[in-house]
């Protein structure tokens, strides 16, 4: 098997992944095998709950022969996980389960040439403790990329990013800055050019309403404007800032590859509408592609087969070209 596999940490145990794992394998045919890091005991488990009954082929994780790779089983690297409940709730005691899965994800992708990494759902409350605002800021620290990685909600029609991720409102301003929004820019073009070889056009949103302030400090003047200035100068296709609540208007949207917010829901509200499931997390910056599902561990839907897959979809074909 010569090709690079596509590596995938199942994440929270607690959580609707699996569930999507397996509806999305029975929609799309795959040219590259899949390298699951997961408990073995806890995929069994799901499968029979489900009705999937799909063949393992178990790797050793001290031993990892990409040769030996199948491409019509789930390759398995189990990671021992104890639960006498496996649908309670999300806790804290699965974290050891979970980094040790990020440990050999890590190292996997490290030695070995691999298509990318998709992970499934993380508990930022229980499994980042506060110590990162999301899994974008604990790999870029991983993989020593601190502050020089950049989200990017990835959609063929229109994409958006954010300077700012999983942050209070009070705490945005405060975080803002010309080097970022530059950072930012600069990786979307990376990616655009080497994926798709290609230059993006990117619309530039401002933080306040209608891109005025009625402070004497304006992050539009102060910060936002330099940015665009200075990327216009550097022939990056870039415009703004942009009022946030017409930028995303049909007119106005279609004129552009990636719409950058300032902030979280700023940019995430409108594409989920748009798009809905149809869009996955990419994270720009990192030594490899690393994509997530745009879904969160749907506690309330765990076990109740309803889960919609279509983001995991998108994102196993986009590993699989």
């Not at 899949?34 to 073995?40: A, D, G, P, Q």
């Not at 992050?219 to 017409?246: Q, S």
């Not at 106005?252 to 940019?267: E, F, L, R, T």
């Amino acid at each position: 098997m010569n090709k690079s596999p596509i590596i995938i940490v199942a994440g929270e145990p607690f959580s609707v992944f699996l569930e999507i794992f397996f509806k999305s394998l029975k929609k799309i045919s795959l040219k590259k095998p899949i390298v699951l890091i997961v408990s073995k005991k806890l995929l069994i488990s799901q499968m029979k709950k489900f009705g999937f009954n799909f063949k393992i082929n178990l790797v050793d994780k001290n031993q990892i022969n990409l040769n030996l790779l199948s491409k019509n089983k789930i390759n398995v690297i189990n990671v021992n996980f104890n639960f006498s409940k496996p649908f309670d709730s999300i806790t804290s005691k699965s974290n050891y389960y979970i980094k040790e899965c990020f440990r050999i994800a890590l190292k996997l992708l490290k030695d070995n040439k691999c298509a990318g990494l998709i992970n499934g759902p993380i508990s930022k409350k229980h499994f980042l403790k506060r110590k990162f605002l999301g899994i974008t800021e604990y790999l870029a620290n991983k993989t020593n990329r601190n502050n020089k990685v950049a989200m990017l909600i990835y959609n063929n029609k229109l994409s958006v990013s954010t300077i700012t991720t999983h942050l209070p409102l009070k705490e945005v301003y405060k975080n803002l800055s010309k080097k970022k929004i530059i950072n930012n820019v600069k990786l979307i073009n990376k990616f655009y050019k080497t994926k798709f070889k290609k230059k993006p056009k990117i619309a530039i949103t401002g933080l306040n309403p209608h891109c005025e302030s009625n402070y004497k400090i304006s992050e539009e003047n102060n910060i936002i404007k330099p940015a665009i200035k200075y990327l216009i100068k550097k022939r990056f296709k870039v415009k703004g800032p942009f009022a946030a609540d017409t930028i995303f208007m049909k007119e106005q949207s279609k004129q552009y590859n990636v719409i950058i917010g300032m902030y979280h829901d700023q940019a995430l509200t409108p594409i989920k509408t748009l798009f809905s499931f149809d869009a996955i997390n990419i994270t720009l910056g990192l030594p490899f592609i690393r994509i997530s599902p745009d879904h969160g561990p749907n506690e309330s839907m765990v076990g109740k087969n309803t889960s919609n897959p279509q983001s995991l979809i998108q994102a196993l074909k986009f590993l699989n070209k």
